[in-house]
């Protein structure tokens, strides 16, 4: 935070002696420059989340819900941690882009928080694996190993036809992948079972081979924690259609047969076609979330889980995690339990999420907002938005500052 020089006039009195002038000259000039209580330095272990918005914004936000488009959120507590954990599925042979992400997501966030790492494999991660995340994170670090039953076919599913499955989508990315598909399922229904994610109430998922574009001068998790919020997303689209065919019929069944554990009200409309009554095919992009883990362990959440597992689709056709968890979001929460995180620069493959909120852009990032899914007409983030009349200068707001960005 840059020092505030403040200008105040004085009248120099008739008579008044050199000596009283330079004094008061000395004082202004010295008083000026006292340091800024933000650049107290800190001890090493001693991370404080402050908003880029100071101590006006905090108080405004306690009385305001709605967060200007691109605006970081203020956090009410300054010395606060959560119960929370960063959480990655990797292989040995991802090292290299995984050591790329935890650099950019250390020197952009965690550096200041230290929060721990849980990294999982199918297989034993080899010494040079961890050597590499080793030498990067500021956290502690726990290897687990994913259970077989976890990462293998259940006893009830059919492999001649899941094999017919994957050829018959083998154009589509990953289409013919029976790894993804087991990845898919795995974070579906098993991740936030694993007894080293145990302990946690928070998780924010990292990919390999991601870029975090932005400065993040806050605890997402805090604020998720604050705000009992549920769910966190910074990229929305649509998801291919020939790789749920039966996900919504599927869903719509364990509607039925389980009315009392869709929340009223919900956030169903969003990924409901108002004309057809269909699934939409919106979802959240769960390559980057940041969620309550005690959501996906409730008793509805793994009753949703264990009845599309019982259905197959996960192996017959090729349901993502991402639209699993979304519908699951749609039915349970809220809208005021799911948040946007416009503010966190996120980056993968082509798909990215850049702040349009003109100080955080200049100040906080290194991206093009202009490259930002969000504020495309294929984006899946507007209709959610608009869940919220008041939204609808959000998103207004975001589309004129990428015009004059």
Request: aromatic residues 14%; proline residues 6%.
């Amino acid at each position: 935070m840059g020092i505030a020089f403040c200008r105040t006039p004085y009248r120099v009195l008739f008579g008044l002696g050199m000596t009283v002038l330079l004094l008061h000259l000395l004082f202004t000039f010295h008083g000026s420059r006292l340091p800024s209580p933000s650049s107290t330095l800190l001890p090493v272990n001693h991370a404080v989340p402050t908003s880029p918005t100071g101590a006006a914004t905090a108080e405004k936000a306690a009385t305001t819900p709605l967060i200007t488009a691109g605006a970081s959120p203020a956090v009410t507590t300054t010395d606060k941690r959560a119960n929370a954990v960063l959480v990655i599925l990797a292989r040995n042979r991802e090292a290299s882009g995984l050591r790329s992400s935890l650099k950019q997501l250390e020197q952009r966030f965690n550096h200041k928080y230290h929060y721990p790492y849980v990294i999982l494999n199918d297989e034993p991660f080899d010494d040079l694996f961890k050597e590499t995340v080793d030498a990067v994170v500021s956290g502690n670090v726990s290897y687990g190993l994913i259970p077989k039953e976890h990462w293998s076919y259940p006893p009830w599913i059919d492999r001649h036809k899941a094999a017919a499955g994957r050829k018959k989508l083998q154009d589509i990315l990953y289409g013919s992948s029976e790894s993804y598909r087991h990845m898919c399922r795995f974070n579906s229904g098993f991740f936030f079972h694993h007894p080293l994610l145990a302990q946690y109430d928070y998780y924010w998922r990292v990919e390999p081979d991601v870029d975090f574009t932005c400065n993040i001068d806050y605890d997402p998790f805090v604020y998720m924690q604050e705000r009992d919020l549920k769910y966190g997303f910074n990229i929305a689209f649509h998801e291919t259609s020939a790789t749920v065919t039966t996900l919504w019929e599927t869903t719509k069944q364990f509607m039925a047969q389980h009315p009392e554990y869709v929340s009223h009200p919900n956030t169903l409309e969003w990924v409901v076609d108002k004309r057809t009554g269909d699934y939409n095919m919106c979802h959240f992009w769960s390559n980057f979330e940041i969620a309550s883990l005690n959501l996906l362990r409730s008793e509805r959440y793994q009753a949703y889980f264990d009845h599309l597992d019982q259905a197959g689709g996960f192996f017959y056709e090729r349901w993502g995690d991402a639209p699993v968890h979304s519908l699951a979001a749609a039915m349970f929460l809220r809208k005021d339990e799911i948040h946007f995180f416009e503010d966190i620069g996120y980056r993968h493959s082509v798909f990215e999420n850049c702040p349009t909120g003109l100080t955080v852009n200049l100040q906080n990032c290194d991206c093009n907002p202009k490259r930002s899914v969000n504020t495309q007409d294929h984006s899946c983030t507007p209709d959610f938005l608009r869940l919220d009349p008041r939204s609808d200068f959000n998103i207004t707001t975001m589309k004129q500052n990428v015009a004059r960005l």
